[in-house]
């Protein structure tokens, strides 16, 4: 009998491309990916360490688990993988009696052989390996509209709370040649939109040599992301290119003119900003002030004066007083993002803010969180308002989760539509709407 396996994802977009490259990696071994945790002989959870409350959960629901096999689940085998691991190392199986194995985010690849030796009676099994993980190419699930392909690995920023540097290790890019071959791979398969993910994508390049024995860019870009943008969007049959996360200062001329002169990159960029302080900016080493960050919005905007704008804010930094975070409030007015992700501050073990004083109590940090989290959301309502009675080309992802009778899908500008169905509409198909009623964060329209 085939084993079956449920694998659970915490955290973000690179733990999705983790958590899909191991499915399609032990599928191959001959183990069968469940649809849902009761279908399961093995579990994996795939774990986030950026904020605390993440690796609560996960400790809490492999705790669960493990008190489940006292139930009735006696063989269920449970297994924790990504960055938590990475930084608890074997601690991990202090934190929860019982669990099986662990994997860093290097080691998904070897996944199966970790598993082979639980089925062999050696638990608890780890494989705690550093550097660069293997497993890229080739192992994406087929027929999904989007695909998720990394580009660069790790980050060597360093901002003081963040742990990442810790857990996804120095920062590394990966061949350019290996990354179209796999751009085209994925369209072969289904894949319309393609989202390239690093923790500082812009960096792209700059640290290890990426192009090699390629030709020219005929647009004449020479910075190395751009020119892999370029080689990107000519895949055929490549509708839509998406990149996460950007910082300012990777936001150049060239970048600028890929969004005006490439016609698959999407008018979107999600430029995190944390603060609009620049002292409390100082204190998170994020490396720009608030003026070089309104000068890179600027510098996208004069290229493309529509591009929609969504950003990351961090709320109740140590030390921040209320000037700091009215100067957050005015600066988000300023710029005018089309939506933001609000996050109440927490000290991360190991990270530099965590030897700070955490001096802003809970209760400020929540009460500052809803106040830009109100903001945001009629700021977000009045832009998309401005939508009304206008076209927007929407790429299909299927049936919208309330109501199945209807489609949804999303704009070039990242914003979810949902619209009527018509003839001919297909996941992965690109559909002109009409906006008729608009939210914060959804749109609705009926096709043109």
Known sequence: MRLKIFIKTYGCQMNERDSEMAAVLLQRRGFTIADCEKQADIIILNTCSVRAKAEEKAIGKMRLLA????????????????????RMQADIFRQVPGLDFALSPSAFAAAGDVIE???????????????????????????????????????NRHCSYCIVPAVRGREWSRPAAEIIREAAEVVRNGAREIILLGQSILAYGRLNPVWKNEPESPLGFTEPFPRLLEALAAVNGLKRLRFMSSHPSGCTDELARCFGELPAVCPHVHLPLQSGSDRILKMMNRGYTAAEYRGAVARLRRRVPDIAVTTDII???????????????????????????????????????????????????????????????????????????????????????????????????NVLAVFEKTDGCRPGGLVRIKINRAEAQTLYGAPC
């Open 67 to 86: 008190a489940g096999r006292k139930k009735g689940r006696k063989n269920l085998i449970i297994g924790a993988a990504g960055c938590m691991v990475q």
């Open 117 to 155: 030796k639980v089925l062999a009676g050696r638990r608890p099994a780890a494989d705690f390996s550093e550097g660069r993980p293997a497993g890229e190419t080739n192992t994406h699930f087929e027929n999904k509209v989007s695909a998720f392909i990394n580009v660069l690995y790790g980050c």
């Open 315 to 413: 709320v109740g930094f140590p030390a921040e007083t209320r000037e700091d975070f009215d100067l957050t409030r005015a600066f988000m007015e300023e710029i005018g993002f089309n939506n933001a992700f609000i996050f109440k501050y927490n000290p991360r073990p190991g990270t530099k803010a965590a030897e700070l004083d955490d001096d802003v109590p809970s209760a400020e940090k929540l009460r500052r969180n809803h106040v830009i989290l109100e903001e945001q959301n009629r700021r977000s309502l009045e832009l998309n308002r401005k939508l009304l009675g206008r076209e927007c080309l929407a790429l299909i992802e299927g049936r919208s989760r309330r109501n199945p009778d209807r489609w949804s899908g999303r704009t070039d500008g």
